[in-house]
C-alpha cells in the first residue's frame, strides 16, 4: 500500500534554532516528491519538488533532500523564525500518472 | 495576477441542501486541482483538470460530488445533496502543467448542518 509517513508529528524549538522533518514513503513507481507549507487558515504553499534524479533542492533557508533508495526525504530548516510556525506536509506522486499520497504533515512551532 | 481565487470563503448550510464552489484558476496555467482537507483525513486530492478536460476523479468521494471546467479560467465542484460528513475545507490550486509547482487558493471552509 502506498504510504507517506511523517515526524515528528509536531515539534517546538526556538527562534534562530535549527530543526529537520522527516518524510518516508513506500510509494511505487515514484515521479515526484513535494513539500508545502500550510499557514493556519491559508492554503498550502509549494516549498521544493523534487524529481527521482535530484537528492538536494534549496529554497532559502529551507533545503530538502531526496534519497530514493531508501525512499526518505527531509525538510531542514536554518534560522529559523517564528513566521516558519506552520504545518509542513510532504506530497508523493506515484509515476504513471498523478495519483498523490499525502504526509499527515508536521506541526512546527517556533517560540521567540 | 491575483493567483487563485476561490468563492466564497465560507459557506453554511443545511443537510441536503447543493453547494457549488467556485474557483478561478491563475492565468495562462493549464491544471486545475480541487483538493479537501480535514483534522481527520488531512489533504486529499479530488480531482483533477488538464486543459479543462477531467483527467482523474478517483478521489472524488461519491456520486453526490461533481465537478466541472468549462473554461480555462472557471471551475466548480458541487455537492449534492449535503451531508454533514462533507465539512471539510475545499482547496483549488493550478499550475501550468500537470507536475509543475501548484498554487493553492485561500479555499473555501464549508459547514454542513
Known amino acids: 500500500k502506498n504510504q507517506v509517513e511523517q515526524s515528528p508529528q509536531s515539534l517546538i524549538i526556538l527562534e534562530g534554532k535549527n530543526c529537520t522533518l522527516q518524510?518516508?514513503?513506500?510509494?511505487?513507481?515514484?515521479?515526484?516528491l513535494r513539500w508545502y507549507k500550510q499557514d493556519t487558515g491559508r492554503g498550502p504553499v509549494s516549498l521544493t519538488i523534487?524529481?527521482?534524479?535530484?537528492n538536494t533542492k534549496s529554497n532559502g533557508r529551507y533545503t530538502a533532500t531526496l534519497d530514493a533508495d531508501t525512499k526518505q526525504s527531509s525538510l531542514h530548516i536554518t534560522a529559523s523564525q517564528l513566521s516558519d510556525s506552520a504545518s509542513y506536509i510532504c506530497?508523493?506522486?506515484?509515476?504513471?500518472?498523478?495519483?498523490?499520497?499525502f504526509g499527515a504533515g508536521t506541526r512546527l512551532f517556533v517560540k521567540a | 495576477d491575483a493567483g487563485v481565487i476561490q468563492s466564497p470563503r465560507h459557506e453554511v448550510t443545511e443537510m441536503g441542501q447543493e453547494v457549488t464552489l467556485r474557483c478561478k484558476p491563475i492565468?495562462?496555467?493549464?491544471?486545475l486541482f480541487w483538493y479537501r482537507q480535514t483534522m481527520m483525513r488531512g489533504l486529499e486530492l479530488l480531482i483533477y483538470?488538464?486543459?479543462?478536460?477531467?483527467?482523474?476523479d478517483s478521489g472524488m468521494p461519491e456520486d453526490r460530488f461533481s465537478a466541472k471546467m468549462p473554461n480555462a479560467s472557471f471551475s466548480t465542484l458541487k455537492i449534492q445533496p449535503s451531508e454533514p460528513r462533507d465539512s471539510a475545507v475545499y482547496f483549488c490550486?493550478?499550475?501550468?502543467?500537470?507536475?509543475?509547482?501548484?498554487?493553492f487558493g485561500a479555499g473555501t471552509r464549508l459547514s454542513v448542518l
Open positions: 490550486a493550478s499550475s501550468l502543467a500537470t507536475l509543475d509547482v501548484q498554487y
Open positions: 518524510c518516508n514513503y513506500t510509494v511505487s513507481p515514484f515521479s515526484n
Open positions: 523534487m524529481t527521482f534524479s535530484e
Open positions: 506530497v508523493v506522486s506515484e509515476g504513471g500518472g498523478f495519483k498523490t499520497i
Open positions: 492565468s495562462g496555467h493549464n491544471s
Open positions: 483538470f488538464n486543459n479543462n478536460v477531467p483527467i482523474d
